[in-house]
């Protein structure tokens, strides 16, 4: 009878380890003929906790240089139905010693240990129940050497998901960097062709914890230029005002002297000089600690001078000092024309927030005549830029929100508004009270 028991132990003992090794198999087994599997680099799709912009532990090869255990890291893939998920990193990887990394998520978590050695290791699977974002955190555990293994790629494939994933696939294009900054958003306002129309009038709200550092709102944007505010840093907020020069460079000092953009008057306490990288021409900026919460109004005016160039001029109304200010009028060459071409945008010009959400509220939208004759905007029409057409990044939203447009980007939310989709919001019969002639 004792040897029937001890033979029933035994064979209880045996069974117990063949099951758990079967599920640790499962889960670290290569996935076999997947239907579904992609190679996601991390330079186009991995966030720093640090979102500082001198950091550099994302480069062009991904995650590298990470010394700092406080530092961790999120990637972010988009699905669009539920799936499971296995998730390795590929042979790509730098390994200094031997290290332990903690990779979750939502809150499911799995540990990896990497020796000296450049093999590829399956971190393990996850089962997603939704459509949407999915955030995979990298934390650093423990390290032998004096920095964590650097990962260039993830592996991620399933056997049930046959869907698409949005996310960032090469840097053709320079797409590590637009990918990381997130998709710009606009709002295209259709006015009548046969208005001559001298001014444009817009408001903008940032709302409350939307000023996120590299958000550019801009209100006023025209055939030629832009006109709007910046979170600059921590500690500096512009008005910014800028004008295209009719030569296509990216150079500013390329442009002949014939097609400069000339800066006829300006502010006080306007820096004025010219801009490139993305088109060339007149800059003008003043530094102003604008508020969130608070609404701002923004005046443009572009009128052709005859001679085959044409006058901008930008004011903002600051609450805070109740009064309308100058900040500055640029001459373009090359130009007869009234304005056109009315539109706000919204985007982020640093990458390493481009994991942040931002937001703002456009309302009351107005032009007016060479003749003085108002005219409301209350129709827009929603776009995005080439990172949200080709789908690499899925964040971005507009439309109406009480009786206002509204844009928003970043962040990874789930929401998207589908692009070229058309809104209307309430008219407000607010025409500006404006003395023209009392304009600084």
């Known amino acids: 009878m004792k040897n029937l028991l001890n033979l029933i ?36 799709n991995a966030f720093s906790s ?66 000296t050695s450049k093999k590829a290791l399956i971190i393990g699977n996850w089962k997603i129940n939704q459509e949407g974002y999915v955030a995979l955190k990298i934390k650093g555990i423990s390290k032998t050497g004096d920095r964590f293994p650097s990962i260039n790629r993830l592996k991620i494939s399933s056997a049930d998901y046959d869907g698409k994933i949005s996310y960032v696939p090469n840097n053709e294009g320079n797409f590590y960097h637009w990918g990381r900054r997130g998709p710009s958003v606009h709002l ?46 921590a500690t500096e907020r512009r008005v910014l005002f800028s004008v295209w020069s009719p030569f296509s460079t990216d150079d500013p000092n390329s442009i002949p002297e014939s097609h400069k953009i000339k800066m006829l008057k300006k502010g006080e306490n306007v820096y004025t000089g010219e801009f490139g990288n993305e088109g060339s021409g007149g800059q003008s900026y003043l530094k102003y600690n604008w508020k969130a919460g608070t609404t701002y109004k923004f005046l443009l005016k572009g009128s052709p001078n005859g001679n085959n160039t044409t006058t901008y001029t930008a004011y903002f109304f600051a ?38 959400s931002r937001k703002v509220l456009f309302n009351n939208q107005w032009i007016c005549d060479e003749k003085g004759n108002w005219t409301e905007i209350n129709t827009a029409r929603f776009t995005n830029d080439n990172t949200g057409a080709k789908e690499y990044r899925m964040d971005f939203s507009g439309g109406t929100e009480s009786d206002s447009f509204y844009l928003k980007n970043g962040g990874f939310f789930n929401n998207y508004t589908t692009p070229k989709t058309n809104f209307t919001r309430p008219m407000t019969n607010k025409k500006p009270e404006i003395n023209f002639n009392n304009l600084p």
């Open 9 to 44: 132990l035994a064979f209880s003992l045996v069974s117990f380890s063949c099951a758990d090794h079967n599920e640790t198999n499962t889960e670290n087994n290569v996935l076999e003929n997947p239907k579904m599997e992609i190679s996601l680099p991390l330079a186009g």
């Open 50 to 115: 640090k979102h500082l912009d001198e950091n550099n532990t994302i480069t062009d090869n991904g995650i590298e240089n990470w010394k700092n255990a406080d530092e961790t890291f999120t990637v972010y893939f988009r699905i669009f139905k539920p799936g499971t998920f296995q998730i390795s990193v590929e042979e790509s990887v730098e390994v200094y010693g031997k290290s332990e990394l903690e990779f979750s998520i939502n809150n499911e978590t799995k540990k990896v240990t990497f020796n």
């Open 319 to 356: 609450p805070e000092l109740n009064k309308w200010m100058l900040i500055a009028s640029f001459n373009r060459p090359e130009t007869n024309t009234y304005l056109k071409r009315f539109h706000s945008f919204l985007e982020n010009f640093i990458p390493e927030q481009g994991d942040l």
């Open 188 to 233: 295209n306002y259709p006015v009548p062709e046969n208005i001559n129309a001298e001014w444009f009038y817009n408001e903008i709200t940032v709302p409350q914890n939307e000023d996120k550092i590299g958000s550019y709102f801009m209100a006023n944007g025209f055939g030629e230029g832009y006109f709007g505010i910046q979170v600059n840093s």
